[in-house]
């Protein structure tokens, strides 16, 4: 490893199955938007890898949570939020999927800057949905600093 580089933990390797969207991922999406509406953040069992990952998983059926779990513990405890963490992100989700903010649908995901934080969340359509700490929160897709095309 090059000197500087961002060491992943093993279990933050790269997705090896397709990123395929499944038949009915709407109402799936719109499902697992609404288990996760008033649960209150917590740095274990709900924030926002996990919620991007509970996401991915109704969109598509893959399940990321160990590889976004991982990822999110290497982050708090190098505590580098922000382009660090679409660096990772690009890892396990694969760097080719990386798209423009403004190029995001619907089922996306999105790195976002709310309220002076960094935080992984999930195109809506014309806002964009994260965990907030008291259930999620709804910001305009202006917050989004990168995407990734699921």
Request: charged content about 15%; aromatic content about 6%.
């Amino acid at each position: 490893m090059r000197q500087g580089a961002l060491a992943l933990p093993p279990a933050a390797a790269p997705v090896a199955a397709p990123l395929a969207r499944l038949p009915g991922w709407p109402l799936a999406l719109e499902c697992a938007i609404e288990r996760a509406r008033h649960r209150a953040f917590d740095w274990t069992t709900h924030n926002c890898a996990t919620f991007a990952a509970d996401c991915l998983a109704a969109i598509t059926g893959v399940r990321v949570h160990g590889r976004f779990a991982a990822l999110m513990a290497s982050e708090r405890r190098a505590r580098a939020f922000g382009p660090a963490l679409a660096h990772r992100v690009d890892v396990v989700l694969g760097a080719d999927r990386r798209i423009a903010p403004a190029l995001a649908q619907r089922g996306d995901v999105l790195l976002l800057a709310i309220s002076g934080y960094s935080a992984l969340g999930i195109c809506a359509g014309r806002s964009a949905v994260a965990v907030g700490p008291d259930g999620l929160t709804f910001v305009p897709m202006e917050a989004a600093q990168c995407a990734w095309h699921i």
